[in-house]
């Protein structure tokens, strides 16, 4: 992708110009004109009669993963906040898509980009970050990725973006075609427009605070789960409703689980948490991937195996009604890791006995013989 041709810079100027910012704001607008809404799938499963599931494709968006609307959002209020101005490094602490998708917004505009990343991350995204001109610095302690990508933007003189502080701030969760409104605008048409439930995992925690608050303002019924992982802060805070638990270990799954309750996590607005084992989030992306015939991300199987758990308590209940989840990325960017059988049993992971209850449940409607962990918001009610 070539950048832009922005006015040249006259280094007898002050280094901030408001036309550079205001055409980078407009190149970055540009993208978003040019770039369709994504696809919302319905899922055919003719064993769950009366209960609509609905996958919402973020995968299609130009950096492959939902995370392309979180880093528009960050670019532009960093833009218009002062944080960015013309040459000024921006430097992210990433698992890996946001820095993708930054990495890409950081070309479109013409500045230097840092990713800071566990070096666990996949070889793939690795690959898409430098192929958008991104520099990848990896660290072996997760845990030292805050402070890490902070001292790397003090030494550059550059901006530390922090998605997990800015997330659900940059994003206007009252409309301007956010991923909640884009949902009911999509669903509008079908025979439950309104969704008993929006399953959401968290990362930053921005995009379910996004969704959460989007369904109080516009006063829908819908309520919203967060599912997470194993290894992660995000359900203990929930739990607890203290912010202050920690992780020691880093999150096997990509995207989503935090050694800390992030900033941008809003427990508030959560209807009710699930925890789902790692083998039984890979499990649930095989069996996917399977009916959807092509692969899907490990989140998306975390996901997609909340999902499942609502729509059987749905049926054992005898109610009807639809079901709404995300599809966050390709399973492309996970060849070498969660579709490699030997980094599997590496690991200790056996998704083997969750596919069959997973696959049994879609085929006959039987209930899902799967226990996680489970707690509702009592402020919700």
């Given at each position: ?155 550059l003189g550059g901006h530390y973006m922090d998605q997990f502080t800015f997330a659900e701030r940059a994003t206007d969760w009252r409309g301007n075609n956010n991923i909640a409104e884009s949902i009911f605008a999509q669903l509008k048409g079908e025979r439950r427009p309104l969704p008993d439930w929006i399953v959401m ?181």
């Amino acid at each position: 992708m070539q950048p832009l041709p922005f006015r040249p810079h006259d280094p007898a100027t002050p280094a901030y110009r408001r036309g550079w910012v205001d055409e980078a704001v407009a190149a970055i607008e540009a993208d978003q004109c040019r770039t369709a809404d994504t696809h919302l799938i319905r899922l055919f499963v003719p064993a769950l009669s009366g209960i609509d599931l609905y996958l919402k494709d973020e995968s299609t968006h130009p950096t492959g993963s939902l995370k392309h609307r979180l880093a528009r959002s960050l670019f532009l209020y960093a833009l218009c906040n002062g944080h960015i101005r013309e040459g000024t490094p921006v430097v992210e602490a990433s698992s890996g898509s946001t820095a993708v998708s930054e990495a890409y917004f950081a070309e479109m505009i013409g500045v230097p980009f840092y990713a800071v990343m566990p070096r666990t991350t996949s070889a793939e995204k690795i690959a898409a970050i430098k192929h958008y001109g991104g520099n990848c610095h990896l660290i072996d302690d997760g845990r030292a990725l805050y402070a890490e990508a902070a001292t790397l933007a003090a030494r550059l003189g550059g901006h530390y973006m922090d998605q997990f502080t800015f997330a659900e701030r940059a994003t206007d969760w009252r409309g301007n075609n956010n991923i909640a409104e884009s949902i009911f605008a999509q669903l509008k048409g079908e025979r439950r427009p309104l969704p008993d439930w929006i399953v959401m995992g968290a990362g930053t925690g921005g995009t379910s605070a996004t969704i959460g608050r989007y369904l109080r303002y516009r006063q829908y019924p819908t309520r919203l789960c967060v599912a997470d992982v194993e290894n992660s802060a995000f359900f203990d805070c929930f739990r607890s409703q203290d912010r202050s638990h920690v992780c020691e270990r880093p999150s096997l799954i990509e995207g989503v689980g935090r050694p800390r309750c992030e900033p941008s996590f809003v427990p508030g607005v959560v209807d009710r948490m699930m925890k789902i084992p790692d083998a039984a989030t890979i499990a649930a992306m095989n069996v996917l991937s399977r009916r959807l015939r092509r692969a899907v991300g490990g989140s998306t199987g975390t996901n997609f195996l909340a999902l499942c758990r609502l729509a059987s308590e749905m049926l054992k209940a005898n109610t009807t009604g639809s079901l709404v989840t995300l599809i966050c990325d390709s399973g492309e960017r996970y060849r070498q890791t969660y579709y490699e059988p030997a980094w599997l049993a590496a690991r200790g992971l056996d998704p083997a006995p969750f596919e069959a209850a997973l696959a049994s449940f879609l085929d006959t409607g039987q209930p899902l013989a799967l226990t996680v962990e489970d707690v509702v918001n009592p402020q919700s009610a």
